[in-house]
């Protein structure tokens, strides 16, 4: 069983369309991460949110942790050719005693001109 | 900084020969984390180390991995005798103030075992 689940395991829209992934765990986390990679390369970094409820842009990406902080979503607005990735969401749940992530399958998005 | 640097890239063996992989950490960071990919599994993390003091590896599937971390500037991974089943893409990474700010990974070593 995956500690994080995260949905739809893949995503292809029009450029230009808005999207909703999604993070879900009946864990709680003291922190969640969300990175993008690419093909052949490692993942990198996108956003860390630590709050319950708290919600974060970045340009057309909007991330949202869940108030009970078990859950979190990632919305692009207009996306890009460019915005093309793997998705990936971790989280730390060992309650910050023992840092290690938990990373997700992954959300593979494909965006067409 | 160039990163953190992994080699090689790419890696084809046969079947129970020994396999090093390589990681050079961003200086500075006391966080080194080997990570494995498949499209099975997803990212598992295998073994991490603390100021190159193996904290957890519980992830290191069986007594043929073990990991190394002489000093704070390289690290290895080593798997001896490899199999088929090992193929993956192995990742490195660190992180400084206990990974808060995400961890910087490398971009990976692509290993083939036949």
């Known amino acids: 069983t995956q500690l994080l689940e995260q949905s739809p395991q893949f995503l292809s829209i029009q450029e230009g369309e808005n999207l909703t992934v999604y993070c879900n765990s009946s864990?709680?986390?003291?922190?969640l991460q969300w990175y993008r990679q690419e093909p052949g390369e490692g993942p990198v970094l996108l956003v860390t949110?630590?709050?319950?409820?708290e919600v974060k842009k970045l340009k057309r990406l909007t991330f949202q942790f869940g108030d009970a902080r078990k859950d979190s979503s990632l919305h692009i607005t207009a996306a890009q050719p460019g915005d093309t990735g793997l998705y990936l969401c971790?989280?730390?749940?060992?309650?910050?005693?023992?840092?290690?992530?938990?990373f997700g399958k992954g959300t593979l998005l494909t965006v067409n001109p | 900084d160039a990163g953190v640097i992994q080699s090689p890239r790419h890696e084809v063996t046969e079947m129970g020969q020994e396999v090093t992989l390589r990681c050079k950490p961003i200086?500075?960071?006391?966080?080194l984390f080997w990570y494995r990919q498949t499209m099975m599994r997803g990212l598992e993390l295998l073994i991490y180390?603390?100021?190159?003091?193996?904290?957890?590896d519980s992830g290191m599937p069986e007594d043929r991995f073990s990991a190394k971390m002489p000093n704070a500037s390289f690290s290895t991974l080593k798997i001896q005798p490899s199999e088929p089943r090992d193929s993956a893409v192995y990742f490195c990474?660190?992180?400084?103030?206990?990974?808060?700010?995400?961890?910087?990974f490398g971009s990976g070593t692509r290993l083939t075992v036949v």
């Open positions: 990474a660190s992180s400084s103030n206990r990974g808060i700010h995400g961890y910087t």
């Open positions: 864990s709680v986390f003291s922190s």
């Open positions: 949110v630590v709050t319950g409820g």
């Open positions: 971790a989280g730390d749940n060992s309650g910050g005693s023992n840092y290690k992530l938990t």
């Open positions: 200086s500075g960071h006391d966080y």
């Open positions: 180390f603390n100021n190159n003091v193996p904290i957890d």
